[in-house]
């Protein structure tokens, strides 16, 4: 059964759901939900389904958390993580890295934006990506914080001339950058300015680029229609914006706090 069509299917011989349609995320779902979970096959009853619930659930956070450290990460990522942690910045986590740097390898990317760069350490994965002649523009409105990016880059053997570091805010930023000069643009700053980024996105991709916006669950609270805060609405826009796209192909990604991902359209 394919995920995202709002019903229930089998995986290992117990039932599954699929949540993206249902009501959880504020989006339209069929009208015969449970909770927003899908419809209830005939042959679950409900303890059953409930005890199928929670054995799937466990394995899946298993699973989760198997799949978000299974790129380990070297000295050089462990050092600017540690900076990151104690400047108070929430770094990429081990996964989300491993799927930019990924991301930007299978697109073959020679430039890339990177709004958020902290003190590196996606950064780190995402010059590990690209091609050799890449280069790397990041954003920040923290000096400091791009200073120990810089220090990152250098420690994992990036010369000088494979970034570009920009200080100021996104929304002044982005403006001056080429229109359709960009293979990848990897939003980690503001979530509140997210659709602004994605704006931007639309006119610095080439064809056949991909946007990514990382944190597009919010600790769950984009999940939750309950859950009103501006940080959660935003998100909640932002994933129907790219998903209702004609000019993108989403996808979204569980790692870790999510990782909302969209090619443009050739
Ligand atoms: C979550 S951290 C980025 C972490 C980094 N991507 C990493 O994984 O190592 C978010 C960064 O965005 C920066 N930031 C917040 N609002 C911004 C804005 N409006 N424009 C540019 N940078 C902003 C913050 O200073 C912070 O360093």
């Not at 198997?66 to 990522?77: C, G, Q, T």
């Not at 293979?183 to 997210?194: I, N």
Request: hydrophobic share 45%; proline share 6%.
């Amino acid at each position: 059964m394919p995920a995202g069509d709002g019903t229930w299917g089998t995986a290992a011989r117990l039932p599954y759901v699929c949540l993206t349609r249902g009501p959880i995320c504020g989006f339209p779902g069929p009208a015969d939900t449970v909770a927003g979970r899908g419809p209830r096959p005939s042959w679950a009853p409900a303890a059953d389904q409930e005890r199928a619930e929670r054995a799937i659930t466990g394995n899946r956070q298993a699973s989760w958390a198997f799949a978000d450290a299974f790129v380990a990460e070297d000295d050089v990522l462990v050092r600017a993580r540690a900076r990151s942690h104690a400047a108070g910045v929430r770094a990429v986590s081990p996964g989300t890295g491993a799927a930019l740097r990924l991301l930007a390898a299978a697109g073959d990317a020679k430039s890339v934006v990177e709004i958020g760069t902290g003190t590196g350490v996606s950064g780190v994965h995402l010059l590990r990506g690209m091609r050799r002649d890449g280069v790397l523009t990041t954003v920040d409105t923290e000096p400091d914080r791009q200073q120990l990016a810089r220090e990152a880059y250098r420690e994992a053997g990036f010369a000088g001339n494979r970034s570009r570091f920009i200080c100021g805010p996104a929304l002044d930023v982005l403006p001056r950058l080429t229109d359709g000069g960009y293979d990848l643009v990897f939003c980690d700053a503001d979530r509140l300015e997210y659709l602004d980024y994605l704006d931007a996105a639309l006119r610095l991709l080439r064809p056949g680029g991909l946007v990514c916006f990382e944190g597009a669950f919010a600790q769950g609270r984009a999940l939750n229609a309950a859950h009103q805060d501006a940080e959660a609405v935003a998100l909640r826009e932002l994933m129907r914006a790219v998903r209702d796209s004609s000019l993108l192909a989403p996808v979204l990604l569980p790692t870790d706090d999510g990782l909302l991902c969209a090619v443009r359209h050739a």
